[in-house]
């Protein structure tokens, strides 16, 4: 659905969220989201080209979110890293298809705009406030990747 460099990068940015304007360093941000540090580094640097995030230098320095948690969406996000294929016409450049779509990359088409759509609606705001019950997967620390997905509150 997405690629894993969209995934790091929301990945930090939700736990960016979730220090309350405190700016964070790559270490910190990786210890708590369990992203590789070099791989981070990388995805950070987008993001503050992207307009994401702020990097700050010095010995208060990190990263900081430029918009609030309400204001930023999902897809600003995905968007500043590796933007949702659209297709507009066949990537394969069959003629006879001319400027339609063929069946399947319409129906791939269509989900991408859902996917869009969703992602579009859904701030980092509403990743950080679920229920108690159940833990973000960015608030890794001392845990186990498993302990993030499964409902504390059921069994």
């Known amino acids: 659905m997405i690629s894993q460099t969209a995934e790091y990068a929301l ?30 580094a990388k ?9 994401i995030v702020n990097a700050q230098r010095g010995l208060y320095g990190g990263f900081t979110l430029i918009k609030t948690p309400e204001e930023l969406t ?4 995905i968007n500043a890293v590796e933007p949702i294929q659209r297709y ?13 779509l063929c069946p399947l ?8 705009q859902l996917l869009q759509q969703s992602f579009g609606e859904s701030t980092i705001a509403s990743l950080i406030s679920v229920p108690e019950t159940r833990r973000p997967l960015c ?16 069994g």
């Open 11 to 40: 990945r930090a940015i939700v736990f960016l969220a979730d220090q309350d304007g405190q700016p964070q360093t790559t270490a910190k941000i990786s210890e708590g989201t369990q992203i590789p540090a070099g791989y981070l």
């Open 43 to 51: 995805v950070m640097q987008v993001l503050n080209r992207g307009g």
């Open 74 to 77: 999902v897809l600003e996000v």
């Open 88 to 100: 507009y016409e066949c990537p394969l450049k069959i003629p006879h298809h001319g400027p339609e």
């Open 105 to 112: 990359h319409r129906k791939l088409d269509d989900a991408a």
């Open 139 to 154: 608030r890794m620390s001392g845990s186990s990747p498993t302990d993030n997905i499964v409902d504390k509150g059921s």
